[in-house]
C-alpha cells in the first residue's frame, strides 16, 4: 500500500512539473505564433563611445567627457592637467 502511495505522489508532482512549464510558455505562444517572431522586442544595445587618451597622465577616459587642449586631438581627463599640457618625456 504504500509503495502505491509514494508512486502516486511521484506522479502528481511530475504532472504538475509538466503543467507548470506548459502554462507559461502555452499562453504566450498563440499571440506570439499568430503576430510572428517581428513583434518581440530587440534588445537596444548603445553604440560605443570612442576612447581618447590623457594628454599629460595617459588615462583613458570617454571622449564625451574628456576636455578638449588648445591643439587638435588632444584631450585631458581634468583641468589640472590641462593647464599642465602634455607630458614632457
Known amino acids: 500500500m504504500m509503495k502505491w502511495l ?5 506522479v502528481v508532482a511530475v504532472l504538475w512539473w509538466l503543467g507548470r512549464g506548459r502554462r ?3 499562453a504566450a505562444s498563440p499571440s506570439s505564433d499568430a503576430a510572428g517572431p517581428a513583434q518581440k522586442p530587440a534588445a537596444k544595445t548603445a553604440a ?10 595617459g588615462m583613458l577616459l ?3 567627457d574628456a ?3 588648445p591643439v587638435a586631438d588632444e584631450h ?3 583641468e589640472p592637467h590641462r593647464r ?6
Open 24 to 26: 507559461g510558455t502555452g
Open 48 to 57: 560605443p563611445e570612442p576612447m581618447v587618451d590623457c594628454a599629460h597622465c
Open 84 to 89: 599642465a599640457g602634455p607630458r614632457k618625456t
Open 6 to 10: 509514494l508512486l502516486a505522489v511521484v
Open 67 to 69: 576636455l578638449s587642449g
Open 76 to 78: 585631458y581627463c581634468s
Open 62 to 64: 570617454p571622449q564625451a
